[in-house]
């Protein structure tokens, strides 16, 4: 009697332990409901992000990284299409098109740029800039830089930036990195055979602190329509790693 007690309840049992465990697992994450007006929380791995609706009086000091050509062409969290050649960056909650001016703690630049992507989701990292955005501040070489950014609002946002008008970043000066050198003497060599052909060719030394770099640029273009067609030229003549830089 007992034996047959024993297994009809152990079903039973086991059921009302799966039911439990169904219950505690969604109970550990439930999705946040947004407040009305405010942007949908979203969640990355196991850590919930919460989009600010206004970027009104926004500062904030950290480490900013950037990314590139792995996600060249590929579609951001705004639904556009991310070009490393503009002036962008990924923020993990500021609204999406809001132009914040990030400044170089280590250098003193500054830049203005766009959000339209999230990100960047390493500890201690702020904002992850294109490459475009991170030539500008001269964080391409040592990959991170501490920085602060202030947000400025969108285009045209009365209510937070003052009717704010964004730079155009798709005319102004760019250039074409055709070589990087450790050795002056090589960057020199090629310099003198680029002057056979090509107009406007530099070497602009970088140092990252551990060694310097000697890169060799090329050509000039007043706007990033022009600048592509160069690129796409210098390749075809056989400069494959050949790229844009925005001076």
Known sequence: MRSNTNNWMVPVILMCLLLFAISSCSQRSPQPAAKPGQPKPYRVGKIWYYPVSDASNFRQKGKASWYGKKFHGKKTSSGEIYNMHAMSAAHKTLPLGTYVRVHNLANGKSIEVRINDRGPFVHGRIIDLSYAAATNLDIVGPGTAPVE?????????????????????????????????????????????????????????????????????????????????YENILIQQGFNGAFIVAE
């Not at 202030?150 to 285009?155: R, S, T």
């Not at 005319?171 to 990087?180: E, I, M, P, R, Y």
């Open 149 to 229: 950014i202030v947000a400025l609002g969108k285009a045209g946002a009365s209510d937070s930036a003052s009717g704010y008008v964004p730079v155009d970043y798709y005319s102004g000066n760019f250039t074409f990195q055709v070589g990087a050198f450790s050795q002056k003497e090589n960057a020199v060599r090629l310099k003198q055979k680029l002057e056979e052909k090509y107009m406007n060719v530099h070497i602009i030394p970088y140092d990252d602190g551990k060694r310097v770099m000697y890169r060799v640029r090329v050509g000039k273009a007043s706007s990033l329509e022009q600048a592509e067609e």
